[in-house]
């Protein structure tokens, strides 16, 4: 499996904003520590409508994950300020994945998760409290790819 930049995500588009865009890179790097070796592929991006209501920060790579489980359990321990973490399906892709909620200056905030043998990766969602299964699941299903 490999990751990859949509051009929109959810059909929302890719957004400017160097802040989050450094934010969406520095979760990227985050990710890598997970991985056994070097990542093959990863992506780090901000996807926005332009009136900001809803900002995706999304971050994922890919590579050998040698236990999924505990690399989420791991990185949401790192996020002590999310709550309600709780299992979500992971989609048609398999593997383990968990969404949380909390805030961040002011703003709700849903982080929602994935990892399997091959990948990880993240959808930071700013503005919309909760996000539903269905929604990750597309997320999800927009950036992770086979190998051809």
Known sequence: ???VQPDTLTGIPESASRRLREQARQNTDNLKPFLDGEATSEVGS???LLD?????LLSA????VTDPKASLDKSFADRPKLAGVKPT???PMGG???CGSGETEGVPVTVCMWADDDTIGMVAVLGRPGV??????????QVQRPVA
């Open 89 to 91: 399906r992971p989609g």
């Open 46 to 48: 901000v996807y926005a």
């Open 96 to 98: 383990e994945a968990r």
């Open 52 to 56: 900001s209501s809803v900002t995706y």
């Open 1 to 3: 499996m490999r990751v």
């Open 61 to 64: 790579v890919s590579g050998k």
């Open 132 to 141: 539903s299964p269905s929604f990750f699941v597309r997320v999800r299903s």
